[in-house]
Each structure stands twice: as structure tokens, then as C-alpha cells.
């Protein structure tokens, strides 16, 4: 019986390492006329890690209409995706970053202005 329940005990562990954190908050950046909003969750000091969930990038003001297309692309510790298309980006992360690290999300116009970037950092 006591194999057993180590054995139901290690794998009730595995499970809930794996689960998202249920804590979140919203951080904005903006770099230029990239506006970038990242989800993250808890923070895991043992091994300087924070959840982050996803990350929303717009580009323009709705005062001026002067959302723009072209290359979104965001990035961070392990995750990298890019996509053409008008106005605003967004994906799902789902992932643990390490501290030192940052979440960034750019956009890169079809008419030549110059690429804009907006970064957070991860501390923990």
C-alpha cells in the first residue's frame, strides 16, 4: 500500500506542475506606435520562472484610423511567431519564462516605415 500511494502522491505532483497558474495580470508596453499587451501569471521563485499566457499586439490609434498592415511578430524565451495581417496580433504563449528574459511583439509595415518593437521583462 505504501508504493501505492507514493505513486498516487508523485502523480498528483506531475499534474499540478503542470497546470496554468490561476493568478494574471495584464502588462502593457508600447515602443513607437506598437501598443503590446502580455498576460502573465504566477511567479515560481524557485527557478525564477513567471507564467506567461499570451501576448496582444496593435498597431495605429483608433483617434487618427491609422491601424496599419503588415508583419506582426512576437517573441520571447523559446516561442517565436510571426503573421501578415491589419491591425492587431495576437498568440498564445502558454509557457514559463525566465527571469531576465522579455516578451516582445513588433510590427513591420508594408510601406516602409521603420519597424516598431515593444518589450516587457520578466523579473522574478
Not at 23 to 47: C, E, F, L, P, R
Not at 97 to 104: E, I, P, R, S
Request: proline share 2%; with cysteine.
Amino acid at each position: 500500500m505504501g508504493a501505492a500511494l507514493t505513486a498516487t502522491v508523485m502523480a498528483a505532483a506531475v499534474i499540478v506542475a503542470f497546470q496554468q497558474p490561476a493568478h494574471a495580470d495584464s502588462v502593457w508596453a508600447m515602443g513607437g506606435s506598437v501598443i503590446i499587451n502580455v498576460q502573465t501569471g504566477a511567479k515560481n521563485t524557485s527557478n525564477g520562472t513567471q507564467w506567461v499566457s499570451s501576448i496582444y499586439i496593435q498597431t495605429g490609434t483608433a483617434a487618427k484610423m491609422s491601424y496599419g498592415c503588415g508583419k506582426f511578430e512576437a517573441w520571447t524565451q523559446g516561442f517565436y511567431a510571426q503573421a501578415e495581417r491589419c491591425e492587431t496580433g495576437y498568440w498564445t504563449i502558454n509557457r514559463w519564462v525566465g527571469t531576465g528574459n522579455y516578451v516582445c511583439g513588433a510590427f513591420d509595415d508594408f510601406d516602409g516605415w521603420p519597424r516598431q518593437i515593444a518589450c516587457i521583462a520578466i523579473r522574478v
